[in-house]
């Protein structure tokens, strides 16, 4: 038996390009990064040693406002 369509040709679908190859930082850049984040550590560090509630340590709670600390005073 004779067909009346034809059959459909295949859709041919190309392969992905493949993903850019990421630049190695040379050995001035590494270091230079990672002395960067050294330091952004070590300001954190320091901030969240002194800073320990929303008034921080160096700022003390001002004398108006005596209010209760404990549940029991």
Request: aromatic share 2%; net charge positive.
């Amino acid at each position: 038996m004779a067909s009346l369509f034809k059959a459909p040709k295949p859709v041919r679908i190309d392969p992905p390009a493949p993903p850019p190859v990421p630049a190695v930082p040379s050995a001035v850049q590494a270091s230079t990064q990672a002395s960067t984040e050294t330091q952004a550590r070590v300001r954190r560090g320091i901030q969240g040693t002194i800073a320990t509630s929303e008034r921080g340590v160096l700022a003390p709670a001002p004398a108006l406002f005596a209010r209760k600390s404990l549940l029991g005073d």
